[in-house]
């Protein structure tokens, strides 16, 4: 998903939490909302760290034109995942590797 994507469903489900904050004609305690806010607040952390590295992929194209100089071939993106605090999450990384050697990839450097 592009930044702008995720940004969007971000701000969606921002409103999503405070609707179920702002409540009041409810008799709801303290311990029975924080129990309701915690599988949301998750899913949230996750979409802002999922904004957090989209573009991140898109910065290396520069990133990867100084590894061909050095020899290194780029590879297509390729999807992995991420274990955070909040979750799985899922990222496209680009791998370059010389021939017939090892590779890396550049998000690392």
Do not use: C, Q
Not at 7 to 29: G, M, P, W, Y
Not at 44 to 50: A, F, P, Q, S, V
Not at 69 to 94: A, C, D, Q, V, Y
């Amino acid at each position: 998903m592009e930044s702008a994507e995720v940004k969007v469903v971000i701000n969606t489900h921002i409103e999503k939490l405070l609707a179920f904050v702002e409540k009041n004609s409810d008799r709801r305690d303290f311990d029975e909302v924080e129990r309701g806010l915690r599988d949301d607040v998750f899913a949230l952390g996750r979409l802002l760290l999922t904004y957090f590295v989209a573009p991140r992929e898109k910065e290396p194209e520069r990133t990867v034109r100084t590894w061909l100089r050095r020899g290194f071939r780029p590879r297509n993106p390729e999807r992995k995942f991420l274990n955070t605090l909040f979750g799985r999450i899922t990222m496209w990384r680009t791998y370059v590797r010389r021939r017939g050697g090892t590779g890396l990839y550049p998000l690392d450097f």
